[in-house]
């Protein structure tokens, strides 16, 4: 079963807004980056009506309850990666020629630019390589998300990001490497980057959601298919009030009145 409700319908009942006190998505709002929170907010306005995606979603939220993880880092890791990630692409010549202007200020006027380029390059090294080895830890190999997560894994195994990771970022990094990771790092892999970047956007979703209906004991609905006019739920109730009352339910066909 499927079904839509109007904007009033949604306010009376205190599902949207993040802000509102005591709503459902405030509730659930415990992501850690900023696009997981555009993410959520979008999935709040715009719910799903099919009964096969309804499904879909269901099952991975289901499976992270299950897992009980977190990611690898903060969000305000993220988001330091994420805006150098996506700071745009360039040639491996403006890209070296950028990171020697850097330096030569560094040296010149004490400009505190090349470490910050040298910061952000080793950053998002350590976090990718936080993130590998936490989707290498998934049960399943990702479960209902193994495809992303499979082409996540694809792209973190790149020869020249395996051999950048493997060369260890204790020490300073030369000039001449430092050069290389950032043109890999914003242009060569540019894309599959940016999917994986997404990637980790959706899963800040799935495991806050899961983690909310884990610790509250919420279970999962199954959708049926629209024609199927059935809903039958035991001991509904408003995740968001306190002490509240449940109330089981039950609609088909012949049944689908209620006051």
Do not use: W
């Not at 200020?105 to 470490?115: E, F, K, R």
């Amino acid at each position: 079963m499927s079904a839509f409700a109007d904007p009033q319908t949604l306010s009376d009942l205190n599902i949207p807004g993040r802000h509102r006190n005591k709503s459902i998505a405030r509730l659930f709002d415990t992501v850690l980056t900023d696009g997981g929170q555009r993410l959520m907010e979008s999935m709040f306005q715009n719910p799903l009506t099919d009964a096969d995606a309804i499904n879909q979603r269901s099952d991975i939220f289901r499976y992270f309850a299950a897992q009980s993880v977190a990611l690898p880092f903060s969000g305000e890791e993220f988001e330091r990666v994420e805006s150098y990630l996506t700071s745009g692409g360039r040639n491996l010549l403006t890209a070296g020629f950028g990171a020697v202007s850097k330096r030569i200020a560094q040296i010149a006027v004490n400009s505190p630019d090349y470490v910050q380029l040298e910061r952000a390059v080793r950053e998002s090294l350590e976090l990718l390589a936080r993130f590998e080895a936490f989707i290498g830890e998934l049960a399943d190999r990702g479960g209902p998300c193994a495809e992303p997560i499979e082409q996540a894994r694809r792209t973190l195994a790149h020869p020249a990001l395996a051999a950048l990771q493997g060369q260890g970022l204790e020490a300073d990094l030369p000039l001449m490497t430092l050069i290389r990771y950032d043109h890999l790092l914003r242009t060569r892999l540019r894309e599959p980057l940016a999917q994986l970047l997404e990637l980790i956007i959706q899963l800040d979703v799935y495991i806050a959601v899961a983690a909310v209906g884990r610790e509250s004991g919420f279970s999962y609905a199954r959708a049926l298919p629209k024609g199927s006019n059935t809903l039958s739920v035991i001991n509904l109730r408003h995740p968001t009030l306190d002490h509240a009352v449940g109330n089981s339910l039950s609609f088909d066909a012949d049944t689908n009145a209620l006051f």
